[in-house]
């Protein structure tokens, strides 16, 4: 029986949060507990879609890779994000891949289960289907930057936009998170050494710096305005 303490869990996940008491009540009943170490594999490209996941803590990566050495990341998803839904509703095999980055706890819903949960919530499904189109938007827009921008754009438009929420220190901001240069080269769908010429010519431009070991974009609309962001 779930307890006062899991609905108000399942009530901080913007997912859930339309939800009166009895269906998160419902749901807290269908929901299984999930930790993964970090390096630890969730699911692979083409697997089969057996359930949702929705993160608690650490951070999870979706991405895809061909050959031995190139990968494209398609997202870093932390607290409160989701992942998995898109087998479920299409019927077919995994899109991407799925790493925890970092120690992970998450929940898990079983495919049968959640089918049930959206036939039965109208908020669900609606909000649900907004994520979707926001992240097939977004998913869109990178695949303009691969074909109309060249590295360097890419590269600025990026650091642009990690930096929005970020930390401001005089003029300039920090990226919001700690990315390492691999992180980075994921995110962007290339390898570290044509990153390091990009990052190179921006530092050059002096649209990018360094403090205290992060990157730091002195003049971060600059760089927006580069990427065409």
Known sequence: MPGASDVRLLRRIPLFRPLPARELS???????????????TIFLKSQAADGLFIVLSGRVKIFT????????????????????EMGLIEGAGRSAAARAE??????????????????????LSFYLLRV?????????????????????????KTLAQ????????????????DYS???LAELLGTSREPLSRA??????????????GRLYLPRPDKLASLGGA
């Open 26 to 40: 419902a749901i807290a009943r269908l929901a299984n507990p999930r930790a993964y170490r970090a390096g630890e």
């Open 65 to 84: 890779a061909a050959g031995g050495r190139k990968k494209k990341t398609f997202s870093w998803l932390e607290r409160g994000d989701f992942f998995g």
């Open 102 to 123: 970092t120690a992970v706890e998450a929940l898990f819903i079983a495919k049968a289960e959640f089918r049930k949960l959206l036939l039965g919530s109208p908020e």
């Open 132 to 156: 979707v189109c926001r992240r097939l938007r977004l998913a869109n827009e990178a695949l303009e930057d691969l074909l109309f921008r060249n590295l360097l754009g890419r590269a600025a």
């Open 162 to 177: 990690l930096a929005k929420n970020g930390k401001r220190l005089g003029p300039g901001k920090f990226l919001d998170g």
């Open 181 to 183: 240069r691999r992180e």
């Open 199 to 212: 990052l190179g010519a921006l530092r050059r431009a002096g649209l990018v710096g360094e403090k205290d």
